[in-house]
C-alpha cells in the first residue's frame, strides 16, 4: 500500500507558541490530502481538507486561522497550530488518498502525532 | 443526515474463538465503505475497501462483506496480535465533487490466550 508520514511524531510545547506539522505521501502524489484529529478512544474527526495549489477547506466548527493549512507541492501538507493552548493538546492525523482528485481513493494515513501543550 | 454506527463498542475474545464486527451506515452517494486498523498512538492502517451490496474480501483471518445497509468484519480464530481498534468508514461524495471519509467510533478489540 501507499506510504504516508508525519513529521514530528510527538511534539511538547509551551502555551502560545506554534507548532506546525508536516505530511508527506513518500511514492505518490496526492493533490487532495486530509487532516484529523482524534481524542483518546474516540474516533477521527475531519478537520479540513488540503488541496493542492488552493486554499483548504474547513469543517464547521474548526477556526482556520487557528489551524493553517498549506499545500505545498503534490506531495507534502504541513498543518500549523498557531498559539497553541492546552486545549490543542491531541493526536493529529493527515491522510492522502490514491485516487487522482476530488479525495477519491483509498485513503491511506500517516502514522499521527502527538501534540502536548503545557 | 450521514452516518456510521459500529457494534460493538468493545469485545473481548478468547483466542480462537471467532466473531463478527457491525458497521451499519445511511449515507446518500456511497463511493466505498473502508475499513482500518488503528493500534494504540498510531494511524489506522488500511484493510479493505468495499464498494458494492455483495462483495467480500478477505486477509488472513479477516473477512469483509458488504450489504447495502451494512458491514461486516468477521474474524475467524483470532490471535492476541489481532488486539486493536477497528474502524469502518463510508466515503461519501459532497458538493464540489469532493469526497471525504465518515468514520464510526470502532470496536476495540481484545483477544486473550
Known amino acids: 500500500g501507499a506510504v504516508v508520514s508525519q513529521h514530528p511524531s510527538r511534539v511538547i510545547c509551551k502555551s502560545g507558541t506554534s507548532v506546525k506539522i508536516e505530511c508527506r505521501s513518500l511514492?505518490?502524489?496526492?493533490?487532495?490530502m486530509f487532516w484529523y484529529r482524534q481524542f483518546p478512544k474516540k474516533s477521527l474527526m475531519l478537520m479540513a481538507t488540503s488541496n493542492e495549489g488552493s486554499k483548504a477547506t474547513y469543517e464547521q466548527g474548526v477556526e482556520k486561522d487557528k489551524f493553517l493549512i498549506n499545500h505545498a507541492s503534490l506531495t507534502l501538507s504541513t498543518l500549523t497550530v498557531t498559539s497553541a493552548h492546552p486545549e490543542d493538546s491531541s493526536f493529529y492525523i493527515c491522510?492522502?488518498?490514491?485516487?487522482?482528485?476530488?479525495?477519491?481513493?483509498?485513503?491511506?494515513f500517516g502514522p499521527g502525532t502527538r501534540l502536548t501543550v503545557l | 443526515e450521514d452516518q456510521v454506527t459500529q457494534s460493538p463498542e468493545a469485545l473481548r475474545l478468547q483466542e480462537g474463538e471467532s466473531s463478527s464486527l457491525n458497521c451499519s451506515y445511511t449515507v446518500s452517494g456511497l463511493r466505498g465503505l473502508f475499513w482500518y486498523r488503528q493500534d494504540p498512538g498510531k494511524g489506522p492502517e488500511f484493510l479493505f475497501t468495499?464498494?458494492?451490496a455483495g462483495e467480500e474480501k478477505e486477509k488472513e483471518r479477516l473477512k469483509a462483506t458488504l450489504t447495502k445497509k451494512e458491514s461486516f468484519l468477521h474474524i475467524t480464530a483470532p490471535k492476541p496480535e489481532d488486539s486493536a481498534t477497528y474502524l469502518c468508514a463510508v466515503q461519501a461524495l459532497l458538493s464540489g465533487g469532493y469526497n471525504k471519509l465518515i468514520f464510526g467510533a470502532g470496536t476495540r478489540l481484545a483477544v486473550h490466550p
Open positions: 491522510s492522502a488518498p490514491s485516487g487522482v482528485a476530488g479525495g477519491e481513493g483509498t485513503q491511506y
Open positions: 511514492d505518490f502524489q496526492a493533490t487532495t
Open positions: 468495499l464498494y458494492s
